[in-house]
């Protein structure tokens, strides 16, 4: 069984979606919770769920495209709690043009958010890990990262490159015990991807976008396990990776996708 009591997480993104779903996990296994977030209702109303549970948990409002942001956030937590244990690296976006309809915006924001928003969050708790002797870091990448595909070449480059970035900080700050690894979620019912499941019948029109057959129509013709992911799945796998069960793992991204990408 995970245990995670008296672990301190900070989950970037963590009102809703994966993020809610990676926050109750560490909950459910013992960790208090600092919520960082840009959405403060989402956040609020998930800090109050991890309470339900008999854990401790506070919002932060962070921005993580901002290092001051990021810095302020990461001030006001150890404010709260004294310390961090545990990173987990989940604010994302999305966009879903072709190549050839993107727009530098498109590709800014999935970047910005997505890849350097790791860095930029890591960079404000690093030196506090390497203090302490030891940190926990998770990336939230995607299956995406692993194989790009039509039509989500910004995304897939971002979430490939937060795969490159997992890699490069697990090789830096391994000598500091500092495990950094990565989950690449695969399809996953969630509010960032309802908008587009127009793609998986080939069309990005508003007569199909959000229809919930071609999302389980697209599974069922691809997934080897036939069903799709969840928030909770994302959550059990990231408690696992900064639990002391996988202290000698790092630089590693875990698919959950149910065989979708198999590597």
């Given at each position: 069984?995970?245990?995670?009591?008296?672990?301190?997480?900070?989950?970037?993104?963590?009102?809703?979606?994966?993020?809610?779903?990676?926050?109750?996990?560490?909950?459910?296994?013992?960790?208090?919770?600092?919520?960082?977030?840009?959405?403060?209702?989402?956040?609020?109303?998930?800090?109050?769920?991890?309470?339900?549970?008999?854990?401790?948990?506070?919002?932060?409002?962070?921005?993580?495209?901002?290092?001051?942001?990021?810095e302020?956030?990461?001030?006001?937590?150890?404010?709260r709690?004294?310390?961090?244990?545990i990173?987990?690296?989940?604010?994302?976006?999305?966009?879903?043009?072709?190549?050839?309809?993107?727009?530098?915006?498109?590709?800014?924001?999935?970047?910005?958010v997505?890849?350097?928003?790791?860095?930029?969050?890591?960079r404000?708790?690093v030196s506090h890990?390497?203090?302490?002797?030891?940190?926990?870091?998770?990336?939230?990448?995607?299956?995406?990262?692993?194989?790009?595909?039509?039509?989500?070449?910004?995304?897939?480059?971002?979430?490939?490159?937060?795969?490159?970035?997992?890699q490069?900080?697990?090789?830096?700050?391994?000598?500091?015990?500092?495990?950094?690894?990565?989950?690449?979620?695969?399809?996953?019912?969630?509010?960032m991807?309802?908008?587009?499941?127009?793609?998986?019948?080939?069309?990005?029109?508003?007569?199909?976008?959000?229809?919930?057959?071609?999302f389980?129509?697209?599974?069922?013709?691809?997934?080897?396990?036939?069903?799709?992911?969840?928030p909770?799945?994302?959550?059990?796998?990231?408690?696992?990776?900064?639990?002391?069960?996988?202290?000698?793992?790092?630089?590693?991204?875990?698919?959950v996708d149910?065989?979708?990408?198999?590597?």
């Open positions: 069984m995970i245990q995670l009591a008296d672990r301190i997480a900070l989950v970037t993104g963590g009102g809703r979606g994966i993020g809610r779903g990676i926050v109750l996990a560490l909950a459910q296994a013992g960790a208090d919770i600092v919520i960082a977030d840009v959405d403060a209702e989402s956040a609020e109303q998930t800090a109050k769920d991890v309470e339900a549970l008999g854990r401790q948990a506070c919002f932060v409002r962070v921005d993580v495209t901002d290092a001051d942001s990021t302020s956030g990461v001030a006001a937590a150890l404010e709690f004294d310390r961090i244990d990173l987990v690296n989940n604010a994302g976006v999305v966009q879903t043009n072709l190549a050839g309809d993107s727009t530098g915006e498109d590709w800014n924001r999935c970047f910005e997505n890849t350097r928003g790791i860095w930029t969050m890591t404000a708790l890990f390497r203090e302490r002797g030891e940190g926990r870091i998770v990336n939230i990448a995607s299956i995406a990262g692993r194989r790009g595909g039509t039509p989500l070449p910004a995304y897939s480059a971002s979430k490939a490159g937060a795969i490159s970035l997992t490069s900080l697990a090789s830096e700050l391994g000598p500091d015990n500092i495990n950094v690894n990565a989950v690449c979620p695969g399809l996953l019912w969630t509010p991807w309802e908008k587009l499941e127009g793609m998986f019948q080939g069309s990005a029109d508003a007569s199909v976008v959000g229809q919930r057959a071609a389980d129509a697209h599974l069922q013709a691809n997934c080897p396990l036939r069903r799709e992911q969840t909770e799945d994302i959550g059990n796998a990231v408690a696992f990776l900064v639990s002391d069960l996988a202290c000698n793992i790092t630089g590693q991204a875990l698919n149910g065989g979708l990408e198999m590597n």
